[in-house]
């Protein structure tokens, strides 16, 4: 029963520090997503992938890069971590069609100094 | 684009109040609506979801129908215990792949 699983699940980074966001899904889903909440702002996709070896950029990719490393894991990268990504983030995934449901990690809570 | 607008909160009620959060969308095509529940320290999870026009979803009290003359998807329940308080998402998706969600309206519920 673990369906999303991400790590770690607080980080505090140094400004210019680099740092992975792990996740993995056993729910045999195709399309993976990383979002970011912050308050007030609602969620915001970062980057998704609709298909292994497929990345996309969402809303918000500047700053980050991601691996669909295979179909149950999906990476986020910062490579120079800045004030403004501290912030709570999500991944996500969901079979493929307009119905299906999506499924969310228990987030991942970084700050950045 | 598509959009997802829904009513601002915070949304403060007294137990077994009745509860009513507005969500109205704008999409091409026909999407597929959601309301999504999301509890202090916790992810997101599907509360309900309804796939085409005047479906109904429901769950633990709550309904939603999916009205399309209206574009809307309103989140009701009759009586809210102290137990609802969280952030509600509505969200629609489509065969594009990539879902929409609204800001998120934060329910407090008072004993």
């Known amino acids: 029963n673990a369906g999303v699983t991400q790590t770690p699940k607080f980080q505090v980074l140094k400004t210019g520090q680099s740092m992975t966001l792990q996740c993995a899904q056993d729910?045999?889903?195709?399309?993976m997503y990383w979002y970011r909440q912050d308050p007030g702002m609602g969620l915001r996709l970062i980057y998704y992938s609709a298909s292994e070896g497929t990345t996309d950029k969402g809303e918000v990719p500047n700053g980050y890069n991601v691996s669909r490393l295979n179909k149950r894991e999906f990476s986020l990268r910062l490579e120079s971590a800045a004030p403004s990504q501290t912030s709570v983030y999500f991944c996500?995934?969901?079979?493929?069609?307009?119905?299906?449901?999506?499924?969310f990690g228990e987030g991942s809570w970084l700050t950045v100094v | 684009g598509d959009s997802v607008t829904q009513m601002e909160g915070p949304v403060t009620l007294s137990e077994e109040a009745f509860l009513t959060i507005n969500c109205t969308y704008t999409a091409t095509g026909y999407p597929s609506l959601f309301w999504y529940v999301q509890y202090p320290g916790e992810g997101l999870q599907l509360l309900l979801k309804?796939?085409?026009?005047?479906d109904k979803g429901s769950n633990k009290g709550f309904e939603a129908t999916y009205r399309k003359e209206t574009t809307s998807f309103h989140l009701e329940k009759g009586s809210v215990q102290v137990s609802d308080s969280a952030v509600y998402f509505c969200a629609l998706g489509t065969n594009a792949g990539k879902s929409t969600f609204g800001d998120g309206t934060t329910l407090t519920v008072k004993p």
């Open positions: 309804a796939t085409k026009a005047d």
């Open positions: 996500a995934s969901s079979g493929q069609g307009s119905g299906n449901t999506i499924y």
């Open positions: 729910m045999n889903h195709n399309s």
